[in-house]
Structure formats: C-alpha cells, structure tokens
C-alpha cells in the first residue's frame, strides 16, 4: 500500500522560507513522478513541481521559478520541495503526489496517489 505522508508546512512572513516533505512509502517502483500540488479555497489545484526520480528532471510552474526547489533524498525515499522568498499569494493547503512517469506533469488527474496535505500560510 503506498502512502505519501507530507511535513514542513507552517505560518511564515512574506519573504520568508519553508521546507516541504513527502516520505513514500510502500511503492514498489524506483522510477516515479513525484509531484507538489497546491490549493488554495475557492481555488483548483494547481501543480507547482514534479521530479522524475531516475534521472533527477525536474519540472516548475511558472509563477515558482526560481524560488522553489524540488529534490529528492533516494536513501530517505523523500522528496522536498524548499520554498523561499514566499508571497501571500503562495498560501495554500500542499499536497504531495505520485505517478509513474512525469506525463502532464502538472495535471492532478495523472497522479495515483496522494498525501493528506500540509497547510502553508504566508503573510504580508
């Protein structure tokens, strides 16, 4: 049974930081897409990054380029997502998410599994 557990959320000013954590577990293939996922209420889930493991590619949205870093820890089974220079905009419940490749990489629909979400609060 593959679980994805996520950590690290929390209250946080604008500009400052935070590091995200999925731990996997109980997914029996070492190639995988892992995916952040982000919503906010009244707001549809968008995808912010995924990371292909067993090449290490890495994917972003747009409005997280060159803030957010995803990367992985292959001995931990964990995949990080470090969050810098956040904007209240960034506010948002995080999720973690699993696939076996990177298709559509930000489409939620592409994903097989899911965490149960961290909350991330950025104020001004």
């Known amino acids: 049974q593959v679980q994805l557990v996520e950590s690290g959320g929390g209250s946080v000013q604008a500009g400052g930081s935070l590091r995200l954590s999925c731990a996997a577990s109980?997914?029996?293939?070492?190639?995988?897409?892992m995916g952040w996922f982000r919503q906010a209420p009244g707001k549809e889930r968008e995808g912010v990054a995924a990371l292909y493991t067993s090449v290490t590619s890495t994917y972003y949205a747009d409005s997280v380029k060159g803030r957010f870093t995803i990367s992985q820890d292959n001995a931990k089974n964990t995949v990080y997502l470090q969050m810098n220079s956040l904007k209240p905009e960034d506010t948002a419940m995080y999720y973690c998410a699993a696939q076996p490749l990177c298709r559509y990489w930000d489409r939620s629909e592409m994903y097989n599994y899911w965490g149960q979400g961290t909350q991330v609060t950025v104020s001004s």
């Open positions: 109980g997914y029996t293939y070492s190639r995988k897409c």
